[in-house]
């Protein structure tokens, strides 16, 4: 059990949560809970047959009663008035003696007693799975009653003050009503089916039900008639496992078995009478708990401000994305559906089985589904009137329809069919099933016959050898093409329905295809091929790849290869309009097997990124015609909407190219007109070593140095005595880098020979790299780590100034003999043709002068690495 704190947000309507305590409230599994009308206690009944209540705001508990023999299934805290001489004592309990009675005063303190000797008392009634229901006293602690008529799970308990009657539901389907001052049955009402909640409402003169059958039923208190005209049997999903109901609100909630939260209002009960027969109660809105696997999706109606979800159910869900509507757009002002991101809006009734596929047409006011029962629907979606109706029923399919399509062409503006899209369904309707052929069905027909019958297909054509899963119509409704799982990919006349060619070249069955939309540019091909001007097909496979083929010849001008589990979804991105359209390149997206949505460049073949927020195959994917903003849905009963940064990202990459430009050419200008603070911070800044190393270079080979400087610049010292911490470690850092290269060491050497004599070693063993800073990057290492290094490496060049020492000795004694034998005339003999032995010695005095400074650096080491 967890106890959060609810914070109302200023800026939306939402709530900030926070986490108060966990407890463990039962030794075995949490079964069913309640909380009390002041918000203060709340009740918990577990499988272990154990009903505890608690504190909320302590956290502690205040009663356990224990006496029931199986899981507790319901609980309910009420109020009873029941006679001053009886509360909390049941008959068989009941004390004697003034002892007893006076506890039993001091008990009944802050108890609210009425009119006629009754006092209002707090208790709590809990069901249990054995169909026995006990009322518990709070304030005496025990049980007042035990009610044993049903003989199946106690599955709804309430309370009505006016009524002073409890009543229990059961799953042998039944209701009791329990008279509160003797716990006499007063009235058994036989519902028929299972129920699973019960209430009081309309000041208890009505009672309300829910239980398999999914509909929300009303009786009256009184005679136990059903108020409400019979009801049809709801699906499987569709079963109420709980109502809600507050008294304060003119609505109550159902939840249904697919965790879906349906309001239903109860403004029709104001004028109810008794005998009367209404209608069921309105449904107000419907909002999802959770989603089953999103199978496809598509943006619905012309401002594209609704998404179409087909979650593997009979049902098509209309979801809002929450974009408020304004004159114009395809939606009233005052339209009654919810406006808020994620609404559920409406849902499409009417197949038998599991929706498989959907699709819109240009406007978005028309969708087309194919399901598991055969039939493929056209339905006419208009949320200005709140009208969602199936237009027509296509049947004739042997097998599962497996894809449909719907054409895209846009009708010239300022048509009727352009104006008004409600009045003007699309032209024709492709399907393809798994009885492996494709069928086109002329919808223009049932307009014009006068006749409410069954619409015929134009023609069907035996087109794959295996199951077909998906069609695509190109943007000017005279092709269509239809993959399968046989591997290939077909291209069809869509007046005649002639094969026009055959795309082959995966190595397993085709999952998607995509036909590109129009003004798409030329792409050149892995061979050199440019695609022509017929257009271009976009496919996913089962072999992992994505084929971009041409039209003209039916040829794979390029493979995209990146997912590892099958491709089940491909779609082309929209080219923007304008100067940025130049700017762009074509691209396409992918969603796969493996919970991965990919962005391809269509030009280089290359992944410009992947989108990983699913954790099962992704199975559906839509792009806004216009924002670019790609929709994806999975197995996960997730749906995840992505946004182009493309072009903020560009611009953010131009502006940051152009500073580096114009802050190197300050780095330039501060080097040669010698600013060294300012060139050694920008350096550093702009994270240039080369450049560094080039300046410290020109330092340290100065000529003379100047006196009393370290470096070999005054001004340098200053500068490194002066860093920050995250600049004196990205300077280290550079510094261990060059200590490697024996032709760079010396100026390392000499740099941080100047930084040990600038810094005490306290700050030096204290320095860490600043989180987010050029520092954590590539090659960044802990103090110890980076000193460790540049002891080795000086330890080396010492060892090696040592070695070239010793062997000048005999470089030395090699031109002295040859003096002896060389030049017999007295000349200045070999050692002065060279140099002599001056030259020797100087070579020996620079040596030894590195090696000493070397070896005080290995000394200086030691001492901070001690430090």
């Known amino acids: 059990m967890r106890i959060y704190a609810l914070t109302r947000l200023d800026s939306d309507d939402g709530f900030d949560t926070e986490l108060l305590r966990t407890l463990k409230p039962h030794t075995a599994p949490v079964i069913s809970s309640a909380v009390d009308r002041t918000g203060t206690l709340f009740a918990t009944g577990g499988s272990d047959g154990v009903v505890k209540v608690w504190d909320i705001r302590g956290g502690f508990t205040t ?204 403004s029709p009960l104001s004028d109810f009478s008794e005998g009367q027969t209404i209608a069921p109660l309105p449904i107000i809105r419907q909002i999802s708990g959770t989603y089953d696997e999103i199978i496809d999706l598509a943006y619905v109606t012309r401002d594209k401000s609704y998404l179409a979800l087909a979650t593997n159910t009979e049902d098509i869900r209309i979801v809002s994305l929450g974009k408020t509507p304004t004159a114009g757009d395809g939606q009233s002002q005052n339209s009654t ?65 497996g894809a449909i399509a719907l054409p895209r062409t846009v009708p010239p503006v300022g048509t009727p069919a352009y104006e008004k899209p409600l009045e003007h369904p699309p032209a024709f309707l492709v399907t393809g099933s798994q009885d492996k052929t494709i069928k086109r069905w002329d919808i223009k027909s049932l307009l014009s016959s006068s006749t409410k019958k069954s619409p015929r297909a134009a023609y069907t054509r035996k087109a794959h050898e295996k199951d077909i899963n998906a069609i695509d119509i190109n943007h000017t409704s005279a092709l269509f093409a239809s993959a399968s799982q046989d591997r290939t990919v077909k291209i069809w006349s869509a007046e005649e329905g002639e094969t026009q060619g055959i795309l082959r070249g995966h190595r397993r069955g085709v999952w998607s295809v995509k036909f590109a939309p129009k003004d798409t540019p030329t792409i050149t091909g892995d061979g050199g091929a440019a695609s022509g001007n017929r257009g271009l097909v976009l496919t996913g496979s089962g072999d992992k790849t994505v084929k971009i083929w041409s039209l003209t010849d039916y040829s794979c001008l390029r493979t995209f290869e990146g997912h590892t589990n099958s491709v089940l979804k491909v779609a082309w991105l929209n080219m923007p309009k304008g100067e940025g359209r130049d700017k762009r390149d074509v691209e396409i997206a992918s969603a796969g097997g493996d919970g991965l949505v990919k962005v391809w460049d269509a030009s280089s073949g290359e992944c410009d990124c992947t989108l990983d927020n699913h954790e099962d195959r992704v199975w559906a994917l839509t792009v806004h015609p216009s924002s670019n903003t790609i929709v994806s849905g999975g197995g996960d009963s997730t749906v995840t909407f992505w946004a182009d940064t493309t072009s903020t990202t560009q611009a953010a990459a131009v502006t940051a190219s152009s500073q580096r430009i114009e802050q190197e050419q300050k780095l330039m200008n501060y080097i040669h007109a010698g600013s060294y ?81 600038s810094y005490p070693a306290e700050r030096l063993a204290s320095l860490k790299p600043v989180k987010g800073s050029a520092a954590r990057g590539k090659g960044a290492a802990s103090l110890k780590e980076l000193f460790d290094a540049m002891k080795a490496y000086t330890e080396r060049h010492y060892r090696r100034m040592e070695e070239l020492a010793d062997e000048s000795y005999l470089v030395e004694y090699t031109l002295r003999e040859m003096d002896d034998v060389a030049f017999a005339d007295g000349g200045a003999g070999v050692t002065a043709a060279i140099g002599g032995g001056d030259a020797v010695a100087a070579i020996e005095a620079e040596e030894a002068d590195a090696g000493s400074d070397a070896g005080d650096m290995a000394e200086v080491m030691d001492g901070i690495i001690a430090a």
Request: proline share 2%; net charge negative.
């Open 63 to 266: 009663h356990v009663f224990r006496g029931h023999s199986g899981i507790i299934s319901s609980l309910r805290f009420f109020e009873a008035a029941a006679p001053a001489s009886h509360v909390g004592i049941s008959a068989r309990n009941r004390r004697k003696g003034k002892k007893n009675k006076a506890q039993d005063d001091e008990e009944m303190e802050g108890l609210e007693e009425s009119e006629g000797g009754l006092v209002q008392t707090f208790r709590l009634a809990s069901g249990d799975d054995d169909g026995k229901v006990r009322v518990w006293d709070l304030h005496r602690r025990n049980c007042v009653a035990i009610l044993d008529s049903h003989v199946s799970v106690v599955r709804g308990l309430d309370f009505s003050s006016e009524e002073n009657a409890l009543v229990s539901g059961s799953r042998d389907k039944t209701i009791i009503l329990w008279d509160a001052a003797t716990w006499k049955l007063r009235k058994v009402i036989p519902v028929l089916e299972t129920v699973e909640a019960v209430g009081f409402i309309a000041q208890g003169s009505l009672l309300y039900t829910g239980g398999e059958n999914g509909c929300v039923r009303l009786w009256e208190t009184n005679d136990g008639r059903e108020a409400t005209r019979e009801q049809g049997v709801g699906a499987e999903g569709e079963g109420i496992v709980d109502i809600v109901f507050q008294s304060n609100l003119d609505f109550l909630v159902s939840v249904n078995v697919d965790q879906t939260l349906t309001l239903h209002s109860i």
């Open 337 to 401: 559906a919810p406006q808020y991101f994620g609404a559920d809006v409406a849902m499409l009734k009417g197949h038998e089985d599991i929706i498989i596929c959907l699709d819109t047409d240009w406007s978005g006011h028309w969708i087309a589904t194919g399901a598991k029962d055969n039939t493929a629907r056209l339905w006419r979606v208009d949320p200005e009137n709140n009208s969602y109706t199936c237009f027509a029923t296509f049947t004739g399919h042997a097998e599962s329809l």
């Open 677 to 757: 603070r300012r060139a050694i911070t920008l350096a550093l800044q702009l994270n240039h070593p080369a450049r560094l190393l080039s300046l410290f270079t020109s330092v340290v080979k100065t000529s003379p140095p100047e006196a009393g400087s370290l470096s070999g610049v005054l001004a340098v010292d200053t500068v490194i005595g002066s860093l920050s911490d995250e600049q004196l470690y990205l300077l280290l850092l550079r510094l261990r880098d060059w200590n490697t290269n024996a032709r760079t060491a010396p100026i390392a050497q000499r740099i941080f020979y100047t930084v040990v004599k």
